[in-house]
């Protein structure tokens, strides 16, 4: 099962774009790589999923090298209601652990 | 809004209490987890059933009794909690293949006294 290493916190404005960035050196080659956001006393939300290159949606882009040993998550113009604790998790099985997250905090 | 739905959203129990927390889902999705999460932690897995049977135990103490009755329910029964196992309990659905994503319903917050 592929351990993911993400930033602890980041910092941003309103209208940036972030980027968060995982780490994944043992991805295997059935695994995807899944994001979730999660907001204090809420369920986590699924936010984007992929396997290689380039996935985009309505609220955020995945980017994936060739190596998938790391994905970066991006964000487009923050609001303060970005704000929130990111998760990447990698996996292909049931057994789905979440690593440590990145802390998000939008300011105005 | 979810379409994962647990109750109680607040629980608080003493404890020598028995209680259960309730999911449920109407997706069709046939896995079906708990997780247990501490403040400013990630959600930490607990039990994972496959077609409504257990698959994953994360060697999790025997005072939490996970049960799926159906395909639609699951169940996590507390017996002789201690005050550590205070925590924000998360239910979560997969509708499974290898990559289909996780949906959460919003917890049970629980609190041991």
């Known amino acids: 099962l592929a351990k993911t290493t993400q930033p602890i916190s980041m910092d941003s404005y309103e209208g940036q774009e972030v980027n968060i960035t995982c780490s994944h050196n043992?991805?295997?080659?059935?695994?995807?790589i899944t994001w979730y956001q999660q907001f204090p006393s809420q369920g986590p939300r699924f936010i984007i999923q992929?396997?290689?290159t380039k996935v985009t949606n309505e609220v955020a882009s995945l980017f994936i090298p060739a190596d998938r040993k790391s994905s970066t998550l991006s964000l487009p113009r923050v609001s303060l209601s970005d704000t929130a604790v990111y998760y990447c998790?990698?996996?292909?099985?049931?057994?789905?652990?979440f690593g440590t997250g990145t802390r998000l905090q939008v300011f105005p | 809004d979810t379409e994962v739905t647990q109750t109680p959203k607040h629980l608080v129990m003493g404890m020598t209490n028995k209680k259960s927390l309730k999911c449920e889902q109407h997706?069709?999705?046939?896995?079906m987890y708990w997780y247990k999460q501490k403040a400013k932690k990630p959600p930490e897995l607990m039990f994972v059933y496959s077609y409504e049977k257990l698959s994953i135990n994360e060697s999790v103490p025997s005072r939490f009794s996970p049960e799926c009755p159906n395909s639609s329910l699951l169940n996590l029964h507390l017996h002789a909690l201690q005050p550590e196992d205070s925590a924000l309990y998360l239910c979560?659905?997969?509708?499974?293949?290898?990559?289909?994503?996780?949906?959460f319903g919003n917890g049970t917050r629980l609190t041991v006294t």
């Open positions: 043992n991805i295997a080659t059935n695994d995807y």
């Open positions: 997706m069709g999705h046939r896995a």
């Open positions: 992929g396997y290689k």
């Open positions: 998790l990698v996996g292909d099985s049931d057994k789905l652990i």
């Open positions: 979560a659905t997969r509708l499974g293949g290898d990559n289909s994503p996780l949906h």
